[in-house]
């Protein structure tokens, strides 16, 4: 079931369109900043647009760019890894679908950039159902149940407390992660 509905009774097409993706290997493709970000979307107001790229972070730098937001991608602009990255979070945010997928969507960004990327992320979140795969803790420290897996087997679940009360192989992971300088 999805939302109460047999997956029977849905086509292929509207379980794609129920589903948003954010990957660690990010893809745009060449035409404007404004077309990769609502991809296949129509009518998206510019607010929308540019709301979500202040909550990732990107709109400063876009607007550094002589075309702003109807600066083609291609070959002759140069962005970071990182930058890719936030494009793509926007992206995910303007499709606004009810589950989400997130594969080491933060690998790419460094620690302060993550940062805000998290807390925009846990906005992208909210009254979804998202998978997320993360090595950096960081990125599912708030989810509602997590699953520890190890060569393919589950080792624990539970959510962040519950798994650094266990004191099992999260909680040493994390603690490992997150060890400070004495």
Avoid at 63 to 91: F, P
Avoid at 108 to 131: P, Y
Wanted: one cysteine or more.
């Amino acid at each position: 079931l999805i939302d109460d509905i047999p997956i029977s009774n849905l086509t292929r097409e509207n379980i794609h369109d129920m589903f948003c993706m954010v990957l660690q290997d990010t893809w745009l493709f060449e035409g404007s900043i404004k077309e990769n970000l609502v991809y296949n979307k129509k009518d998206v107001p510019d607010e929308v647009i540019k709301n979500a790229c202040k909550a990732v972070g990107i709109d400063t730098f876009i607007e550094t760019l002589k075309d702003g937001y109807d600066t083609i991608l291609n070959d002759k602009v140069n962005l970071s890894a990182g930058q890719k990255q936030q494009l793509t979070i926007a992206r995910a945010m303007i499709k606004d679908s009810p589950m989400l997928i997130l594969d080491e969507a933060t690998s790419s960004v460094d620690t302060r950039t993550e940062l805000l990327i998290q807390k925009a992320m846990d906005k992208l979140m909210e009254g979804r159902t998202s998978f997320v795969i993360a090595h950096r803790l960081s990125t599912i420290k708030n989810a509602d149940v997590i699953l520890v897996i190890n060569n393919g087997d589950v080792l624990e679940s539970g959510n962040h407390d519950e798994l650094i009360a266990k004191d099992g192989f999260y909680a040493e992971l994390y603690n490992s992660q997150f060890e400070k300088a004495s």
